[in-house]
């Protein structure tokens, strides 16, 4: 007897707790993700002129994206979502010169050739549509 009153009480907890618990089931506090996303492509210029070997990256909450131009400035990105993304572009390319470190040697010194506001923790801001556009990049020096 003692033994099914300990048990009927653990049921009638175990019912309250859900039926608490029941309202916040698929409750969030979070935006709804987007995972719509598509192929973007397009052509880099610098002052109109085609940006080669650069670096083109698509960031959006959920993650980033890159792709590589290539000698005419054109590029692709797989998998770009669709929406607001910031777009950073950087073009790394050897001074000639040389960096000699006594403790990990000698190596090219390296720099952006690109104006310092596409680059990280700048860029551009744009959205992207699910019509298949291309998104050219016409970047100014000035």
């Given at each position: 007897m003692k033994l099914s009153v300990y048990k009927n009480i653990r049921r009638c907890a175990i019912l309250a707790a859900l039926i608490l618990l029941l309202p916040l089931a698929g409750c969030s506090s979070e935006k709804s993700v987007n995972?719509?996303?598509?192929t973007v492509r397009g052509v880099v210029t610098l002052d109109g002129s085609p940006v080669p070997d650069a670096t083109v990256m698509f960031s959006f909450p959920e993650g980033a994206v890159a792709g590589k131009t290539d000698n005419s400035g054109a590029y692709e990105v797989k998998d770009v979502f669709l929406g607001d993304v910031l777009v950073t572009i950087s073009c790394v390319k050897?001074?000639?010169?040389v960096d000699s470190n006594p403790v990990t040697g000698s190596r090219p010194i390296m720099?952006?050739?690109?104006?310092?506001?596409?680059?990280?923790?700048?860029?551009?801001?744009?959205?992207?549509?699910?019509?298949?556009?291309?998104?050219?990049l016409e970047l100014t020096s000035k």
């Amino acid at each position: 007897m003692k033994l099914s009153v300990y048990k009927n009480i653990r049921r009638c907890a175990i019912l309250a707790a859900l039926i608490l618990l029941l309202p916040l089931a698929g409750c969030s506090s979070e935006k709804s993700v987007n995972w719509e996303h598509r192929t973007v492509r397009g052509v880099v210029t610098l002052d109109g002129s085609p940006v080669p070997d650069a670096t083109v990256m698509f960031s959006f909450p959920e993650g980033a994206v890159a792709g590589k131009t290539d000698n005419s400035g054109a590029y692709e990105v797989k998998d770009v979502f669709l929406g607001d993304v910031l777009v950073t572009i950087s073009c790394v390319k050897d001074t000639g010169k040389v960096d000699s470190n006594p403790v990990t040697g000698s190596r090219p010194i390296m720099e952006n050739i690109l104006p310092a506001k596409y680059g990280y923790g700048q860029g551009i801001k744009m959205s992207i549509t699910p019509d298949d556009e291309p998104v050219n990049l016409e970047l100014t020096s000035k």
